[in-house]
């Protein structure tokens, strides 16, 4: 199981940027593929989570309203579109990914069980 974290960069605040998670040695089928971001200094938190399965979907506080997480599963691939983004966002940003997954088991870095690198964001004032 391989996972691949893509997109990040440097955007001014109110911009957008769009992640990209692609998934090789699996196929997404039951699969939860969540979004994790870590600050400097801070824990890693759970951001937003998907169910392959059915498309389900859970969005931290901090996130909900501003990002959207998206499947294709033909591609094995999904997305974090990240809009209205604030300084605050500033992190490095990791997608997991678990079999046998259901939205009901939480979107806690524990939770999953393969991890790719990071893409690091930075969001300027």
């Known amino acids: 199981v391989q996972l691949q974290a893509s997109g990040g960069g440097l955007v001014q605040a109110g911009g957008s940027l769009r992640l990209s998670c692609a998934a090789s040695?699996?196929?997404?089928?039951?699969?939860?593929i969540g979004w994790f971001r870590q600050a400097p200094g801070k824990e890693r938190e759970g951001i937003s989570c998907i169910a392959t399965t059915d498309g389900s979907t859970y969005y931290a506080d901090s996130v909900k309203g501003r990002f959207i997480i998206s499947s294709d599963n033909a591609k094995n691939t999904v997305y974090l579109q990240m809009n209205s983004l604030k300084p605050e966002d500033t992190a490095v940003y990791y997608c997991?990914?678990?079999?046998?997954?259901?939205?009901?088991?939480?979107?806690?870095?524990?939770?999953?069980?393969?991890w790719g690198q990071g893409t690091l964001v930075t969001v300027s004032s």
């Open positions: 997991a990914a678990v079999p046998r997954y259901d939205l009901a088991y939480g979107c806690y870095r524990l939770t999953f069980d393969y």
């Open positions: 040695g699996f196929t997404f089928g039951d699969y939860g």
